[in-house]
């Protein structure tokens, strides 16, 4: 019988550590809201603009061969898990 490993999810978007879990259900309980800090529009344009830009410049200057090492090396990697 063979079995299919399935991949873990990788996202980090929306985890919580501990503490900031702690504070989330101790708010919920007691009815108090959670305070989120306001962003820096100027700064998340910023950021935004640099990674739209870093990953085709990256793609420009890596040779194909070079490419398919990195991404044999980061599947290998997810896998060893």
């Known amino acids: 019988m063979h079995t299919q490993a ?8 929306g ?4 503490n900031q879990l ?6 919920q309980a007691t009815g108090e809201e ?3 800090p306001e962003k820096n529009p100027a700064a998340v344009a910023l950021g935004k603009l640099g990674g739209q830009k870093g990953g ?15 991404a ?3 599947a290998a ?3 060893a898990k």
């Open 6 to 13: 399935t991949m873990p999810k990788r996202s980090s978007k």
């Open 15 to 18: 985890r919580k550590d501990l």
């Open 22 to 27: 702690a504070a989330s259900i101790v708010a």
């Open 34 to 36: 959670e305070e989120q």
């Open 56 to 70: 085709p410049a990256r793609t420009k200057k890596l040779t194909a061969k070079r490419r398919s090492e990195i």
């Open 72 to 74: 044999k090396k980061a």
């Open 77 to 79: 990697a997810r896998w």
